[in-house]
């Protein structure tokens, strides 16, 4: 992580990008981040808010690719944990294999930034990790929204304090727009009801429907 305070009002989103492969190339990791925080991020950096992904990667090339292409998206990543110990995941890595997420990493990455209003949880975290990632938002008074696989439950204080959706299992990537916009209608400060609706519209979410 880079040695800087972030001071600016944004939207943070939790979660580990994934390196992507170049497209008929086995093996190959292409510039452009994947995965779902990164879905979510860009789509919200396209409707013009300022976005913060904190989360972990590995110290490695593919790692490097991801930061680079980071920054060609316009995403901020100076909050970005760089793990030596694990890889940077890919496509199709378990959730299980991720680099680490503990809570300390979560209160160091949101340590970084002074000021934001709105944190989206792009995954499931440890209990610990959720813990301090909810104890920030409380801090800075933010809103909260997290995104859950279909089938799992929230805990008590998330379903308290949270918006809660439920990603779907493949959607080609469309469900990261809806995030990422419904995220910027509630830094706008669109009721949560209303943003989504307009999220859903703005994406054409509600044709799939």
């Keep these: 992580m880079a040695g800087r305070y972030i001071a600016a009002r944004m939207i943070v989103v939790l979660g580990r990008p994934r390196a992507a492969r170049r497209p008929g190339t086995p093996g190959v990791v292409a510039p452009a981040p994947a995965g779902l925080c990164v879905?979510?991020?860009?789509?919200?950096?396209?409707?013009?808010?300022?976005?913060?992904?904190?989360?972990?990667?590995?110290?490695?090339?593919?790692?490097?690719?991801?930061?680079?292409?980071?920054?060609?998206?316009?995403?901020?990543?100076?909050?970005?944990?760089?793990?030596?110990?694990?890889?940077?995941?890919?496509?199709?890595?378990?959730?299980?294999d991720l680099p680490r997420l503990e809570r300390g990493d979560v209160e160091l990455g949101l340590g970084y930034l002074v000021e934001f209003s709105v944190l989206l949880l792009a995954e499931p975290l440890e209990s610990d990790?959720?813990?301090?990632?909810?104890?920030?938002?409380?801090?800075?008074?933010?809103?909260?929204?997290?995104?859950?696989?279909?089938?799992?439950?929230?805990?008590?204080r998330l379903a308290s304090v949270g918006t809660v959706l439920e990603a779907p299992e493949d959607d080609g990537?469309?469900?990261?727009?809806?995030?990422?916009?419904?995220?910027?209608?509630?830094?706008?400060?669109?009721?949560?009801?209303?943003?989504?609706?307009?999220?859903a519209v703005a994406t054409g979410w509600e044709r799939r429907s």
């Design 129 to 156: 990790a959720e813990a301090a990632a909810l104890d920030g938002a409380a801090f800075h008074g933010a809103q909260v929204v997290a995104v859950l696989p279909r089938g799992v439950a929230p805990d008590e």
């Design 39 to 96: 879905s979510i991020a860009r789509a919200a950096v396209q409707a013009g808010a300022s976005v913060e992904l904190v989360g972990s990667i590995g110290d490695d090339a593919a790692g490097d690719e991801v930061i680079v292409g980071l920054s060609r998206l316009g995403i901020g990543h100076a909050a970005m944990l760089r793990d030596p110990a694990a890889r940077t995941p890919e496509p199709e890595t378990p959730h299980a």
């Design 173 to 199: 990537g469309a469900f990261g727009g809806l995030v990422g916009r419904f995220a910027v209608e509630l830094e706008r400060g669109t009721p949560g009801a209303d943003g989504l609706a307009r999220a």
